[in-house]
């Protein structure tokens, strides 16, 4: 009796032990808070996190809280642990509550925990013209240059650094020229580089 008894309490113990052992979800996180339609579509990524444990797989659901079906994930060996990121598209304005939870995948149990966050996607401005993009020297007075990517298309908003000569300057015998942190200059060549 002791024994069928000793192995049922083990048998029970093992049955549960991949759910108590599995990968814990802690948070989800969006790429941006709000997010503006743009041709009638929002991409959104996301990144889940929690604290891992590569032992075994464990399940993981993603509802977008937009009637969409879940995405569901396997994290372990084969797919990858957390953190992990994922992409969603969403095709109407309003406020979204997107919840990770750990459920079963196929044969794979439910990771622990869960976590939401809430995501706004706003309708993109009908009837306004973009700002192109301005030329160089417009903006920026002389010596100066866009930065690159710098410019908000939306707002016209912008900023300027340092232009680098379109040259290097000569330097010299023992000397390097350098362009770093909006400097430019000569270095020293050898042990005793200044």
């Given amino acids: 009796m002791k024994r069928s008894s000793l192995f049922a309490v083990t048998a029970f113990t093992l049955a549960f032990a991949p759910a108590a052992w599995a990968d814990t979800i802690t948070t989800i996180t969006p790429h941006a808070d709000r997010v503006v339609l743009e041709n009638g579509q ?9 604290q891992g444990n590569e032992a075994t797989d464990c399940g993981m659901w993603i509802e977008y809280g937009d009637n969409g079906s879940p995405d569901t994930r396997v994290i372990g060996r084969t797919d990858g642990y957390l953190p992990r990121e994922f992409d969603h598209v969403f095709s109407a304005p309003g406020q979204y509550t997107v919840t990770a939870k750990g459920q079963r995948v196929k044969t ?3 990771c622990s925990g869960s976590a939401s966050t809430v995501i706004t996607v706003v309708e993109g401005r009908q009837g306004r013209q973009r700002a192109a993009a301005p030329p160089q020297q417009q903006y920026c007075p ?3 240059m866009l930065r690159e ?16 000569p379109a040259q290097q300057m000569d330097c010299g015998p023992g000397l390097r020229y350098f362009e770093s942190d909006n400097l430019i200059g000569c270095r020293s060549v050898g042990r005793n580089q200044r």
């Fill in 42 to 50: 929002a991409n959104v990524r996301f990144r889940v996190s929690g």
């Fill in 108 to 110: 794979t149990f439910g």
């Fill in 142 to 144: 002389s010596g100066w």
């Fill in 149 to 164: 990517g710098s410019y908000n298309r939306d707002s016209g908003a912008f900023t300027c650094t340092p232009a680098y």
